[in-house]
Antibody, heavy 119, light 110 residues
Framework: QVHLVQSGAEVKKPGASVKISCKPS???????IHWVRQAPGQGLEWMAI????????NYAQKFQGRVTVTRDTSTTTFYMELGSLRSEDTALYYC?????????????WGQGTLVTVSS | QSALTQPASVSGSPGQSVTISCTGT?????????VSWYQQHPGKVPKLIIY???DRPSGVSNRFSGSKSGNTASLTISGLQADDEADYFC??????????FGGGTKVTVL
């Protein structure tokens, strides 16, 4: 089965950075990986995407300059780093796989990583 | 890249049908046939239930159906069941070559 396993919860101070990992398994590499966040009690917010083969990325305008997504091809692990953290960045961060029906559909999701930003 | 607009909540009795609207612009829903819907139960991860406006992934009940007209997409849940009580999010491909989500709609089964 397809699984995406994310790293554990993080607590950060305002102004710091956080880097979350996402390791897929159960399928052949080549599917895009998305990053989406959900603040407590709020909706889904799309953040970024990476092409696992080319390493090319695209970011939501809101996060441009503050977020970086990368991949380690040797371990097939994906990373999302968000900098200049503020309290509003407290959220559950998900990685998700782009579907074979269209990379813009997210068909398998990681379990989520809770990031808490607090002084 | 503004979020798509969904009603905050809809409700219906078991067996009834409910429809959730999702309004965008001619830079997203109005321009592409790449609309999807996700179901999220409390404390769970989202699940893709509709893609390409009206297609269902394997294993998704045919009680879920999608449609689109102009800048508005819709999700209809027919034969409402208790397990349908969840949050539903629409999403569309945009002219920025990125997806965007709606704010979400809570479905309550009365």
């Amino acid at each position: 089965q397809v699984h995406l396993v994310q790293s554990g919860a993080e607590v950060k101070k305002p102004g710091a950075s956080v880097k979350i990992s996402c390791k897929p398994s159960g399928y052949t590499n080549g599917f895009y990986i998305h990053w989406v966040r959900q603040a407590p009690g709020q909706g889904l917010e799309w953040m970024a995407i990476i092409n696992p083969t080319a390493g090319t990325t695209n970011y939501a305008q809101k996060f441009q300059g503050r977020v970086t997504v990368t991949r380690d091809t040797s371990t097939t692990t994906f990373y999302m780093e968000l900098g200049s953290l503020r309290s509003e960045d407290t959220a559950l961060y998900y990685c998700a796989r782009g579907s074979s029906s269209g990379w813009y559909y997210l068909d398998f999701w990681g379990q989520g990583t809770l990031v808490t930003v607090s002084s | 890249q503004s979020a798509l607009t969904q009603p905050a909540s809809v409700s219906g009795s078991p067996g009834q049908s409910v429809t959730i609207s999702c309004t965008g612009t001619n830079s997203d829903i109005g321009a592409y046939k790449y609309v999807s819907w996700y179901q999220q139960h409390p404390g769970k991860v989202p699940k893709l239930i509709i893609y390409d406006v009206d297609d269902r992934p394997s294993g998704v009940s045919n009680r879920f159906s999608g449609s689109k007209s102009g800048n508005t997409a819709s999700l209809t849940i027919s034969g409402l069941q208790a397990d349908d009580e969840a949050d539903y999010f629409c999403s569309s491909y945009t002219s920025y070559t990125t997806p965007v989500f709606g704010g979400g709609t809570k479905v309550t089964v009365l």
